[in-house]
């Protein structure tokens, strides 16, 4: 029986992986960017009333640095991976940051359903309030898987760290 290299076929995935975090980044991004100025209420307006009149699109770019840092971390822990270097105390408060950064975006989105639900006046709230349920839902999963993976991790350095006392 032949046994396969691992190294290969991580190293592969790995990239695929990052290469999928960079085309999120950029659609993100271009979303955030190109969005505001394709929307139906911004027709006609200037580039300063679309983009520093609105509060609810200020609360919006604020609440997209935490995805792009999450992004960041991810790509990190990809490149941990890549290197074999898993079980680190720097992938553990990488997993840390990307839960907070969950429950920073799921705090923003429900500041964000609240000013939809008050401020919205005549407009139909219920396609931008089912778009901020899908975000939090969203948010709360990645936050939620974060802190099992790093509780798991930490548990995993910390048994680690008693064999090689006792070693």
Request: glycine share 8%.
């Amino acid at each position: 029986m032949k046994t396969h290299d691992a190294q290969p076929i991580r190293r592969s995935s790995t990239v695929i992986l990052q290469a999928a975090l960079v085309v999120i980044g950029l659609a993100a991004l271009a979303a955030l960017l190109l969005g505001p100025r394709i929307e139906g209420r911004n027709i006609g307006r200037t580039n300063f009333e679309i983009y520093f009149t609105d509060p609810f699109l200020l609360l919006v770019y604020i609440g997209s640095v935490p995805f792009f840092v999450a992004l960041y971390k991810a790509f990190g822990i990809l490149n941990r991976i890549r290197e074999n270097k898993v079980f680190t105390s720097e992938v553990v408060n990488s997993l840390r940051v990307i839960k907070y950064c969950g429950l920073a975006i799921l705090g923003f989105v429900t500041v964000a359903e609240l000013l939809i639900i008050f401020t919205s006046g005549n407009d139909d709230r219920a396609g931008g309030v089912m778009m901020g349920v899908l975000v939090a839902f969203c948010a709360a999963v990645i936050a939620t898987a974060a802190a099992l993976l790093e509780r798991i991790l930490q548990n995993a350095i910390d048994i680690k760290n008693e064999n090689d006392l006792t070693v």
